[in-house]
């Protein structure tokens, strides 16, 4: 179980600075939704007001992740609210999701990190692939926060191409014998549990949960990352570590197994997103309204007007993107290649209003004082992880060419 | 305890306030709407929190057209069991509290919880109204409470200090800050709140008695003015002959 939160060098204590934020919304998509979309997005948005606007710069200056917040997430539902209630989830639909993971990205794409891992990468997996008798184990404790899983995919040497992993797994009887490493794995030195892709010894990707205890297993913490700071990214060494064949998820082979999480994931952070955008235009719109130069308000000069103008724009429409693609999902019919195109189109998005919010700062775009520098940072990772920006381009060009081009 | 809970729909408080019809109504357009924060942090979860203790039940009621399902849905969320929208413009203070008065004596409620005020028209009517209605004692501004069998011991806010009466069921009360501590709603609520009964009531008849004529906003406010600190006399002067203020 995680701890309480109490940080190594003192307390964090919350700031009194109220956070402003208000949504946007200049296409009355508001419209489109339901109520129970609205009032989850709202529920959400409180609760980051409360518990995450007033640490979370000093977490992500010193690095640290805020672990009391998993238990926050829990409770107010945001690990696998897509899930099935009777595994632990919350039984909402896809645009519910998507929402819950804006309104914590407007956070900080840390804590909706430590969400998407939780609920899209390894609650999903275990509701799709693992044994009745798996998921009555681990898919409760999962939602209420008692359990913290993260996703062993990307290896040292295989990133972009996951399918040439070396991590692997031998028949011994009743278990696998695992080893191999993982590197890059959100909440993995927290975790206790991980949600493991290997190779067997007919070269075939297969999935299971490894737990913290099994001998032969450690999740070592990965320093100096100046990209989602209050997020806590690890390492998986699996030495000779015994994985009980119970614990293997028994049908699902090969790559299609952990690109169907990543697809969840992905659409996920194609909403999320937007909350990060979003916040950094609430800031801006705000700030140069307030900021005065040569006798009157920065907004009140073109190429500002440019800058806001543009963001808005671009955030709308990225908005609608997520809506028809929340859309489709709902029916099941949103294709991979589909959510690749609105994770990069929005990611990119964000990472760009971002920037161009930081110039509308000034000096005081680069400060702690405000959030845009910090999201900024953090959506360089967004814009790698779950799929390179580039490598989701590829996805779509094979997509509308029918020719590969990773090889 | 079978306990009613009024809530109303406000702007959101960061909300451009205008006003239409040569400034007798008001401007909805674009405008995001709450619950309003006195019904949803204190009386609603003051009642819940009774029924959590006691047993018994919440059930929320809202006078207002279906556009206000939303927030009615909330407080499902939020944890009330069952909700009453009567299908009828809010006209005024009057028209709605009787409507919820006509409601609560015909299900027979052992308390009406409400905010001490909307935060938009802050009028501090409809509680009063209920509880003339009802012929039920009225507690206003409620900063805490405890209910022992039928009766109730609450603490109200007054000038400068606290009152403390005690009241017997059936009654009404206004909550102010400190009756209870916001709630979240949950995304397992939200979706059990999708399966509570929300009822719709047609209005009874009533009168407005009070019609709202003519809005106005504030005047803006004024450039500041700095005064050099050592020049008391304009400092003084600019008091008395410009803000009038001494
Ligand atoms: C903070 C953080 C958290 C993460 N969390 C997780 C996690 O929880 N679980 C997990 O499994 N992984 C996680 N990752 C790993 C992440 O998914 C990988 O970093 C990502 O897939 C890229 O792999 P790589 O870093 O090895 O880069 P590489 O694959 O080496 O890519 C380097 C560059 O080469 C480009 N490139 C690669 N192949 C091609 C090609 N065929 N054509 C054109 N360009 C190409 C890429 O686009 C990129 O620009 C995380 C990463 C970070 C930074």
Known sequence: MPDTGQAVNGTIEKRAREDKFQGHDYYAIDELLEDDHLIARDAVRTWVKQEVSPIIEEYAERAECPKHLYKGLAEIGAFGPNIPAEYGGGGMDEIAYGLIMQELERGDSGIRSMASVQGSLVMYPIWKYASEEQKRKYLPKLGNGDFIGCFGLTEPDHGSNPGGMVTNIKDDGDAYILNGAKMWITNSPVADIAVVWAKDEEGKIRGMVVEKDMPGFSAPEIHGKWSLRASITGELVFEDVRVPKANVFPEIRGLRGPLSCLSKARFGIAWGAIGAAMDCYDSALRYSLEREQFGRPIGGFQLTQKKLAEMITEITKAQLLAWRLGTLANKGKATPAQISMAKR????????????????????GI????????????LETVLTYEGTHDIHLLITGHDVTGLNAFQ | MKLLVCVSKTPETTAKIAFTDGDTQFDATGVQFIMNPYDEWYALVRALELKEAQGGSVTVINVGPASNDTIIRKALAIGADEAVRVDAEPSSSMFVAQQI????????????????????????????MVAELMEAPFVSY????????????????????????????????????????????????????????LKVEAPVEADDLAVAVHYELPPKKGDVKLIDPEDMDELVRLLHEEAKAI
């Open chain 2, 101 to 128: 008065a006509a409601y609560a004596k015909k299900e027979g409620f052992d308390a009406v919880f409400l905010g001490k005020e909307t935060i938009d028209y802050n009028g501090s009517e409809v509680g009063a």
């Open chain 1, 345 to 364: 189109n929005n990611v990119h998005m964000a990472l760009e209003v971002a920037r161009e919010a930081r110039q509308i700062h000034g000096g005081m």
């Open chain 1, 367 to 378: 400060t702690s004082e405000y959030p845009v520098m910090r999201h900024m940072m953090n």
């Open chain 2, 142 to 197: 409620a900063s805490h409470m405890e209910m022992d069998g039928d009766t109730a011991t609450i603490t109200r806010d007054i000038e400068g200090g606290s009152e403390t009466v005690e009241v017997k069921a059936p009654f009404v009360l206004s909550a102010a800050k400190g009756l209870a501590e916001q709630r979240i709603a949950n995304m397992r609520g939200i979706m059990m709140a999708k399966r509570k009964p």
